[in-house]
């Protein structure tokens, strides 16, 4: 019962996504840090409008091609 519960709780979805748990964990882990530093961009931009003008939006455009090629199923 409790190895059932693990596997729904911490295990099914990086299975869904085709890696393992320590896999998608650094998968997630980058695109957080990625948009932490979009974040920042788009706050610096916001106040100074000439810092950053692109950064943002660059790192979207990154996290989406690193997405959209992974097929139906793996992008969540």
Do not use: K
């Not at 299975?15 to 530093?37: D, I």
């Amino acid at each position: 019962m409790a190895a059932g519960l693990i596997d729904r709780l911490f295990l099914a979805h990086p299975r869904s996504a085709g890696q393992g748990y320590f896999e998608h964990m650094r998968f997630a882990w980058s695109f957080a840090a990625t948009m932490a530093v979009g974040t920042v961009a788009a706050l610096l931009h916001g106040l100074f409008p000439f810092v950053c003008q692109t950064a943002a939006g660059d790192r979207v455009r990154a996290l989406y091609a690193r997405l959209s090629g992974r097929g139906p199923g793996h992008a969540s």
